[in-house]
């Protein structure tokens, strides 16, 4: 490892991914859709790749922010951030 860490790297939970949609070409969102929910499999190789050691991770936009229902977006905070501690806890060593 080149000792690289990745700042606000975006993972999306099914709920959200949608909200990632409309800020690029439709020819590209299989490809986005598909690295924002990946976090073990492709992402940790091509943070190999590019000597990438650590990411810390950032849930997509607009998500929380954009739920008006306090109620609603606590719930939708609380899984996502429950998802990404599961995911963290697996590798520690390389996100957080």
Same mark, same amino acid.
């Given at each position: 490892?080149?000792?690289?860490?990745?700042?606000?790297?975006?993972?999306?939970?099914?709920?959200?991914?949608?909200?990632?949609?409309?800020?690029?070409?439709? /020819? @590209?969102? &299989?490809?986005?859709?598909?690295? =924002?929910? !990946?976090?073990?499999?492709?992402?940790?190789?091509?943070?190999?790749?590019?000597?990438?050691?650590?990411?810390?991770? /950032? @849930?997509? &936009?607009?998500?929380?922010?954009? =739920?008006? !229902?306090?109620?609603?977006?606590?719930?939708?905070?609380?899984?996502?951030?429950?998802?990404?501690?599961?995911?963290?806890?697996?590798?520690?060593?390389?996100?957080?």
């Amino acid at each position: 490892m080149k000792g690289k860490i990745g700042l606000e790297e975006h993972f999306a939970i099914q709920d959200t991914l949608l909200d990632s949609k409309g800020f690029l070409p439709e /020819s @590209l969102w &299989a490809e986005l859709s598909e690295r =924002i929910l !990946d976090l073990h499999g492709r992402r940790l190789r091509l943070m190999d790749e590019f000597g990438m050691e650590m990411m810390i991770l /950032s @849930l997509n &936009a607009p998500a929380i922010q954009a =739920i008006p !229902d306090p109620k609603k977006a606590n719930e939708l905070a609380r899984k996502a951030n429950d998802y990404l501690a599961e995911q963290v806890k697996k590798r520690p060593d390389r996100f957080q």
